[in-house]
């Protein structure tokens, strides 16, 4: 079946410590997105990526990043300078037309020690 | 700024009791608009899009409905269920991305 996945989906991370989430589609979808989640929250945008090699900055970018080297991987890094990590992390994809809606994965919850 | 507002934040609701979830939207150049649910600790799953206003999507006890400012998810005689977190999202001309609201967390007592 075509889908998303996300893995791990919990993750823990060190204060200081650099943590990798991935994502895998096989949806054949050109574009790809991460959104961040709090409690009580809706989706905020933080990285998206239309095309092989190229991604744009979200709302809330700073503290991430993201490489986009094949069009089935969307893997992104919560850098130490992400001081408030804490949250539930979703990826999508979707053809990246506007009229189309986003698949998403189950998500990775990553947490402080 | 293009702004995607979901009324009410929750909703509670007894078994049976049919309700009405708001989505309004301020945007140029709207694409489709989609509705989503989401189980707690699992991702958005879609449930409709709608492309133009006076458009009407079913789908069991749902219908979604679309005019030029809002949409509305109607639930009929819902089931515990049905409970969920419902978010829309607007998509927009040029723009590689969807812009989505807050959600509205609705819960149905048996």
């Known amino acids: 079946d075509g889908g998303i996945t996300q893995s791990p989906k919990y993750l823990f991370r060190k204060e200081g410590q650099n943590v990798t989430l991935s994502c895998e589609q096989n949806?054949?979808?050109?574009?790809m997105y991460w959104y961040r989640q709090d409690p009580g929250q809706g989706l905020r945008l933080i990285y998206y990526?239309?095309?092989?090699?190229?991604?744009q900055k979200g709302d809330i970018a700073e503290g991430y990043s993201v490489s986009r080297e094949k069009k089935e991987s969307f893997p992104l890094t919560v850098t130490s300078a992400q001081k408030n990590p804490t949250a539930f992390y979703l990826c999508?994809?979707?053809?990246?037309?506007?009229?189309?809606?986003?698949?998403f994965g189950d998500g990775t919850r990553l947490s402080i020690l | 700024e293009d702004q995607v507002t979901q009324s009410p934040e929750a909703l509670r609701l007894q078994e049976g009791e049919s309700s009405s979830l708001n989505c309004s939207y301020t945007?140029?150049?709207?694409?489709?608009l989609f509705w989503y649910r989401q189980d707690p600790g699992k991702g958005p799953e879609f449930l409709f899009t709608?492309?133009?206003a006076g458009e009407e999507k079913e789908k069991e006890r749902l219908k979604a409905t679309l005019t030029k400012k809002e949409s509305f998810l109607h639930i009929t005689a819902p089931k515990p269920e049905d409970s969920a977190t419902y978010l829309c999202?607007?998509?927009?001309?040029?723009?590689?991305?969807?812009?989505f609201g807050d959600g509205t967390t609705l819960t149905v007592k048996p």
């Open positions: 999508a994809s979707s053809t990246g037309q506007g009229n189309q809606p986003q698949h």
């Open positions: 949806l054949n979808h050109d574009a």
């Open positions: 990526s239309q095309i092989v090699n190229d991604f």
């Open positions: 945007v140029s150049g709207l694409r489709g």
């Open positions: 709608l492309y133009s």
């Open positions: 999202a607007v998509g927009l001309l040029n723009a590689g991305k969807s812009t």
